[in-house]
């Protein structure tokens, strides 16, 4: 039932796609300022999956910070395989089109999931090491920065169906005093925490806390108790 529902939203999509008027103002519930549109969106049949989207989910609420404005009660995509963000917009002639926003103009925008909050940077605004042209997630603590770099790669499936699916490819990072540091594992986070090594090992013993790119949010649960 779900896939078929998937395909029914891909082939509405497409259909959608096929006029290319795309000048206009975006569907927003309480901010009529115009965003400067980026190209047409032209979804494939691999979206059907929704594997490759942020949360997999197409239909994401939340807010962009673009040219320095910030809209609100957006909703949008993030395609973690590509680095575009789409969304709806309303063009001249009243009809509704989806839209790959700028990215050029696109400085940030967050995700809102109930309990919990996504904010993403595009690269050159969180540090001069990172790729301007992707987008990070941060979490903001006293005396650092954490970055992931939400990732997933399309491989051919190992059961010679030659379908395709998608793994993750996250990378880590914690920006401390304007230094970028990699991190794969509690050992980088560890050396820059010496002091508190001892307690952060238990911590995350006690706790069954996994550092790595599968489990990016682990570190947060770690940070959180330790860099206050």
């Not at 962009?64 to 609100?72: A, C, E």
């Not at 790729?131 to 650092?144: E, L």
């Not at 993750?168 to 508190?196: C, G, H, W």
Request: hydrophobic share 40%; charged share 25%.
């Amino acid at each position: 039932m779900r896939t078929k529902f998937l395909y029914t939203n891909l082939l509405i999509l497409i259909f959608l796609g096929l006029n290319h008027c795309l000048s206009g103002q975006p569907l927003l519930k309480d901010n009529l300022k115009t965003i400067i549109n980026g190209k047409l969106w032209v979804p494939k049949t691999s979206v059907a999956l929704g594997e490759q989207f942020f949360l997999e989910r197409m239909d994401l609420k939340g807010s962009f910070l673009y040219k320095g404005t910030q809209f609100n009660n957006i909703e949008f995509a993030y395609n973690i395989s590509t680095e575009e963000i789409t969304t709806a917009i309303e063009t001249l002639d009243k009809t509704k089109r989806n839209i790959v926003v700028n990215q050029y103009f696109l400085e940030g925008f967050n995700v809102t999931n109930p309990p919990y909050e996504f904010s993403f940077l595009r690269g050159d605004l969180v540090h001069s090491e990172l790729n301007p042209n992707n987008y990070y997630q941060i979490v903001k603590f006293p005396s650092a920065l954490y970055v992931v770099k939400r990732k997933k790669h399309k491989v051919l499936k190992s059961n010679q169906s030659r379908e395709f699916k998608y793994v993750l490819a996250n990378s880590l990072f914690l920006v401390k005093e304007d230094k970028l540091y990699s991190v794969t594992s509690k050992r980088d986070i560890l050396k820059l925490y010496p002091q508190q090594k001892k307690e952060m090992k238990f911590f995350i013993r006690s706790n069954k806390l996994k550092i790595g790119a599968k489990t990016p949010m682990d570190a947060v649960v770690l940070l959180s108790q330790f860099d206050l």
